[in-house]
């Protein structure tokens, strides 16, 4: 009865969570019965496996704990390398057509060169032909990639320093100002660059600037860069470099130019249809003609204009120069986006040239490619 009585104490004993109580009972049993000492001894052996259990759920806990670390880790990593190279091969791309667009600003600058040494010749062979300076573009490939090439003479354009106010506000009409807006717009580029604060009609001077929630003054002094025209009142950025498919005035401006009148051999269309008793139809006739040679003289645009010659022809000359603006793009392997390049050089005796400017990368218009 002692043996049951016991191993009944004993299974009781065995639930109790209490440490103390069971080492007490445990040596009740090793006095009073020697019998008891192997179910003592069973019960240590199943309570230690017990304890082993308990260690063993909370290892495996820790350790996929620190397989999911590993996991996130090892991704991170990855999608951070992934995110690296593509941020290189990226950085690549660009630098390769950076190196096309510099290449193709230093084509322009030989090509001006040789059409200096070579624009009297009266045999060209082919591939030998001079590269225009009306804003037509060229293209050749270098190295895997190609360049776009653009060369406009400064005379051909707009000078915004010189030229009458009649001329800008036809330009800003054929860019579909409305006639309002560029009565404002001409007006306020005549007061910035006048040295008075008298102020035009649809003008505007430092009262006005000065009224805005960035005040300024204005200039009254001559335009140093395009780009200040957008300090003009009037004049917004979509106007200045375009939206779209439309093309900004930007394009028909200068400020290097230094003259008065247009020379009708660098202008553009745009430029052309701006002069006074010119339109696009006549502009279309003499963008035809000089596709074979140069007009120089009087007589030819005579002929030309016809009875319109009176009154563009104080606005038209034939003077050349040698100041031009170049336009360059690179583009790798078959891209459509490329890195654009525009610089302004002039052409000093003895095969020497300097830049007035150059803007890397710079806003340039898009263009069809050409070959060369």
Known sequence: MSNYKDSNE????????????????????KTND??????????KVTRHSSLVTDKGGIALLIVLWVIAALTVTVFSFALLTRTEAHSTLSFKGGMENKFLAEAGIERG???????????DAQV??????????????????LGGGSYTV?????????????????????????SGVKDGDADIIVDSVMDWKDPDDLVRLHGAESDYYMSLPNPYKAKNADFDALEE??????????????SGEEKGIIDFLSVDAKSGTINVNYAPKEVLAAVPGLDSVIADRIIQYREDKQIEGVQELLELLGENYAVASPYLGTLDTNTFT???????????????????????????????????????????????
């Open 124 to 141: 060209v062979m082919k591939d030998t032909e001079v590269w225009k300076a009306d804003g037509t573009p060229c293209s050749d490939t």
């Open 326 to 372: 170049i336009e360059a793009v690179g583009y790798k392997g078959n891209e459509k986006a490329g890195y654009r390049i525009k610089a302004t050089v002039i052409l000093d005796g003895n095969n020497k040239y300097r830049y007035l400017s150059y803007k890397s990368p710079a806003y340039v218009r898009e263009w069809k490619k050409e070959k060369s």
């Open 229 to 242: 025209l957008l300090l003009v009142r009037g004049v917004t950025p979509a106007l200045l470099y375009g």
């Open 10 to 29: 004993l299974q009781v004993t065995s639930n109790s969570r209490d440490s103390n109580e069971l080492q007490v009972t445990s040596n009740e049993l």
């Open 34 to 43: 020697s019998k008891n000492s192997s179910l003592v001894t069973v019960f």
């Open 150 to 174: 653009s060369i406009t003479g400064e005379s051909g354009k707009i000078d915004i320093n010189n030229i009458p106010d009649i001329i800008l506000k036809n330009l800003l009409l054929n």
């Open 109 to 119: 600058i030989m090509e001006l060169f040789y059409r200096k040494q070579n624009a």
